[in-house]
């Protein structure tokens, strides 16, 4: 971790105009990954991970890489690294017992039936590791290279978000597309068809990647998320994304980028160069009762 990255404030204090969201504010730490040669004592993005040297490589077991790719693969496949995050940079993570250090891969495959790679998440304690493995294995075939993320530092940030407009209550999302209430409130609501669209897209849930915060909505209705083991609502961990800004949501582009985001929304817009079925993200989350219920995930 060696920059850092501002987010601008918002341009309106959204709680202030509609003081029932104000105990919907979730803290979220946006990650910023940038190109850069992280170790594995560092937070990273597709990085090299403090992995044990005596601990087994994880692979995809699943049979179905050799109807997607049976000339050049067969057998199972090794997951890649994703995402590596140190709690001294992301003290928002909330690790079980002694742990200090988030480790997520997945496989570069997408998997039937919803067609997205499969995760697998790790915690350890960066104490414990002594030896590192110095050359994991790589998996012998991917998808498309969009699911082996490019080498990236990241600089943590910690913002608020309020939840995506879809996750509102109806009369709730009727108040934030009624101008006379933006314009009571002195708030320059300059989405003149849809002012609902001020909230959706400068005011509410920051793109890119991101550690807790409210749920990246849109490709489908909200669908809550159950423990599979407890049946308690989980929350979300970790969002993946296929880029950080496009032309919806230049306002979240840092001051220290937006000389990067005035080129373009392509590759610059998307260092780790990673694409979640081709365009999406990833949501991940986890049981706010216990680390070791099992996690899930979904595409958004
Ligand atoms: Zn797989
Ligand atoms: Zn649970």
């Given at each position: 971790?060696?920059?850092i ?9 959204v709680?202030?105009v509609?003081?029932?969201l104000a105990?919907l504010?979730?803290?979220a ?7 850069g040669?992280?170790s ?7 990085g ?15 049979e ?21 995050l140190?709690v001294r940079?992301?003290?928002l ?7 200090d250090?988030l480790?997520v891969?997945w496989?570069?495959?997408e ?5 997205k790679?499969?995760t ?6 960066a104490?414990e590791v002594?030896d590192i ?6 998996p012998s075939a ?19 978000e ?10 709730l ?8 209430r ?5 708030v320059d609501n300059?989405?003149?068809l849809?002012?609902?669209e001020?909230?959706?897209?400068e005011l ?5 990647w991101k550690?807790?915060g ?12 159950f423990?599979?083991a407890c ?9 993946v994304a ?11 582009v840092p001051y220290?980028d ?8 392509g590759?610059?817009a998307n ?5 979640v079925?081709?365009?999406?993200h990833l949501?991940?989350y986890?049981?706010p009762?216990?680390?070791?219920h ?7």
């Open positions: 971790m060696n920059d990255r501002t987010t601008p404030p918002r341009p309106a204090d709680a202030t509609f003081p029932q105990p504010a979730r803290p730490t946006r990650l910023h990954p940038r190109p040669s992280p594995p004592h560092d937070s990273s993005v597709g090299p991970l403090l992995w044990p040297a005596d601990e087994p490589w994880p692979y995809c077991e699943d179905s890489h050799g109807a997607l790719a049976d000339e050049w693969n067969e057998g199972p496949v090794a997951m890649v690294p994703v995402v590596q140190y940079d992301v003290p993570l909330r690790p079980p017992g002694q742990a250090l480790q891969l496989c570069p495959f998997h039937e039936p919803d067609y790679p499969p697998a998440l790790f915690w350890r304690s104490a002594t493995l110095a050359a994991p294995p790589e991917v998808e498309y290279d969009g699911y082996v993320p490019e080498p990236c530092v990241v600089a943590p940030e910690q913002i608020t309020y939840p995506n407009y879809l996750d509102l209550r109806r009369e999302q009727q108040q934030l597309d009624d101008r006379s933006w314009q009571a409130a002195g300059h989405y003149a849809a002012p609902h001020f909230y959706w897209c509410s849930v920051a793109p890119g550690v807790g409210w749920p990246p909505w849109g490709l489908t209705d909200p669908v809550a998320r423990c599979a049946g308690v609502g989980m929350v979300p961990l970790l969002t296929s880029g950080e800004w496009d032309s919806s949501n230049h306002g979240w220290e937006q000389h990067l985001a005035a080129l373009g929304t590759d610059v260092p780790p160069a990673v694409q079925s081709r365009g999406n949501q991940l986890v049981c009762e216990s680390p070791d099992p996690h899930t995930d979904l595409i958004q």
